[in-house]
């Protein structure tokens, strides 16, 4: 079995996968994320893309499932050892797209909110 080029770990239903890689991010947020997904990113600094799989036909995605996977972003980012909380950009998946000729891992957000969290692993 091939490596799907993310971790995951589950919270009360919702699956969160974490990129391993630019070129895994890519992937993640670009083929692997499904429209009403929600994606996520530290703010500022280079990392993984964060997206929670949003089970068709249900409602909004609890709030302590969005602070995990914000967590999450900021743990595997550059910010790990920043003092504070890191601000975490928030979007649904097809909200982000990739601009041409753009490096690995490098997107641009249509809408996003931003949420602020203290890096946890």
């Known amino acids: 079995m ?4 993310y971790r995951t770990e589950e919270l009360d239903g919702f699956e969160i996968l974490v ?3 630019a070129r895994d991010n890519d992937r993640l947020s670009l083929k692997t994320a499904r429209p009403r997904d929600l994606w996520l990113h530290a703010h ?3 990392g993984s ?3 929670v799989r949003h089970p068709e036909g249900t ?3 609890p709030r302590h499932v969005i602070e995990r996977a914000a967590q999450l972003a ?5 910010a790990r ?3 504070g909380k890191i601000s975490v950009h928030l979007c649904r998946a097809a ?3 990739k601009p041409r000729g753009a490096p690995p891992g490098q997107v641009r957000l249509r809408n996003f909110e931003t949420v602020k969290v203290y890096p946890k692993e």
């Open 59 to 61: 409602g909004d995605v």
């Open 49 to 51: 893309h964060v997206v």
């Open 81 to 83: 050892g920043a003092r």
């Open 2 to 5: 091939s490596d799907p080029g």
């Open 44 to 46: 500022g600094f280079a």
């Open 95 to 97: 909200d982000v797209s």
């Open 19 to 21: 990129g391993r890689s």
């Open 74 to 78: 900021a743990w595997h980012s550059k």
